[in-house]
């Protein structure tokens, strides 16, 4: 996954002799781009007869778990079986497996596959890495990183021994060839299909809980599984369970903060709720950079505008400006970062600020200090009716909060 990605953020290095023979960049885009169409359309044709493929082996899979999580990982399944399981199989795993689903698919995105990317992915308008066509051109004489193992290596992968490819293949352009292909890249791209199959499944709103629950109760490893987990808990159906699970989330590991907020069809109930989210986590959370994140959605929703025929509309409270008034005048924090990320969005919510926002301040500018201190005559000067304010919200908030499952204070 991560790795194999990692080849696009390499600093460019000498290509030699690869250069000078470099046939005419159109000629090399349009062969590009053939090879692209091609592979394309494998792509496509293989999750059409995936999904429809039906043998007496896929059938005997399908019937648990536990054959079913069996067969799909043996190395003797042919691909084009182990495919059309991880198309077809989503409903079988339970919410009791998910983690392990997930901590599959973190390990095997970070193996050496064997096989070259896609040469899609070496079009110079498919990158941002601009050079991304004569790496096609090195391809065979030096993958790009994460494609090959440095040296031979053998692990133990989900119980079977395994060497992993220190050469690499091309991309199988056509159906047939994916069935020699090695493993670890068959298990990349049906775990890549499964993860995506059952985050679908459990999107429901009847089986959401099952899986939030789990999810929620799992620690994850590293910062991989941390958001393969919040990449399903995210796409959720939009309810209260999903905001109390993305509030649970936030506070966790900091992840579901940037989805808190509100779209076309939510309701107005749904904005005070997720409003109410959004002060739970700026009073609970001890990480900066999640109460900056969320301050920002703060501000953004006291700055809606409404629209026919979206119930919500702006929202601001006493208790989310206290929230982030304790983060912007605590001075553990470094002068820049209260100042641009507390500071400065509280006043883009009033009408009569005590200074002027400038996120092009040099952050060692003396007027980042004069601003703080305007700010901090400002905080000592209102601070009484923002309290009044806070004391006529707590029962609202406190019958929200409840409904999360959360204190507020």
């Avoid at 169409?37 to 043998?55: G, L, M, N, P, V």
């Avoid at 399944?77 to 989503?90: H, N």
């Avoid at 095997?108 to 051109?137: H, M, Q, T």
Wanted: charged letters at 20%.
């Amino acid at each position: 996954m991560h790795q194999r990605l990692s080849f696009l953020a390499l600093t460019s290095i000498a290509l030699g002799s690869a250069i000078a023979q470099t046939p005419a960049p159109t000629k090399l885009e349009e062969e590009l781009s053939r090879l692209c169409s091609k592979a394309t359309a494998a792509d496509e044709a293989e999750t059409s007869r995936a999904i429809h493929r039906q043998s007496v082996a896929l059938r005997a899979a399908l019937q648990s778990e536990s054959a079913f999580w069996t067969f799909l990982i043996d190395p003797s399944t042919p691909y084009k079986e182990r495919i059309a399981a991880a198309f077809q199989g989503s409903s079988l795993i339970s919410a009791q497996e998910i983690p392990r689903l997930w901590r599959a698919y973190v390990e095997f995105g970070a193996l050496p596959a064997g096989v070259n990317p896609s040469p899609c992915i070496f079009r110079s308008d498919a990158s941002w890495y601009p050079p991304s066509k004569e790496w096609w051109l090195l391809r065979n004489t030096r993958p790009p990183q994460g494609v090959v193992a440095a040296q031979p290596e053998t692990r133990t992968i989900l119980g079977f021994t395994v060497n992993l490819p220190t050469k690499a293949a091309d991309y199988p352009l056509d159906l047939e060839h994916r069935n020699g292909t090695p493993w670890i890249w068959q298990m990349q791209r049906a775990l890549d299909a499964l993860v995506k199959g059952v985050r679908q499944y459990y999107a429901q709103p009847d089986r959401y809980p099952k899986m939030a629950e789990v999810a929620l109760q799992w620690q994850p490893a590293n910062f991989y599984e941390q958001r393969v987990r919040a990449e399903s808990l995210i796409r959720g159906p939009r309810n209260l369970v999903w905001i109390e699970t993305l509030t649970r989330l936030a506070l966790q590991d900091g992840n579901g903060v940037d989805d808190l907020y509100v779209y076309g069809g939510d309701s107005y109930r749904f904005e005070k709720l997720v409003h109410t989210a959004q002060v739970v986590i700026l009073q609970q959370t001890l990480d900066k950079g999640v109460a900056a994140r969320t301050t920002f959605q703060v501000v953004q929703m006291a700055r809606l505008k409404p629209s026919w025929p979206f119930e919500w509309k702006p929202l601001r409270t006493g208790t989310s400006m206290l929230a982030i008034v304790k983060w912007a005048t605590n001075r553990e924090l470094d002068d820049w970062t209260r100042y641009y990320c507390f500071a400065a969005p509280i006043c883009r919510m009033l009408d009569q600020p005590p200074f002027e926002p400038d996120e092009r301040l040099d952050p060692g500018s003396l007027q980042v200090q004069h601003s703080l201190a305007k700010f901090e005559a400002w905080v000592t000067r209102e601070q009484p009716r923002l309290e009044q304010e806070a004391a006529k919200e707590r029962k609202m908030l406190t019958d929200l909060a409840m409904e999360l499952h959360q204190p507020v204070h």
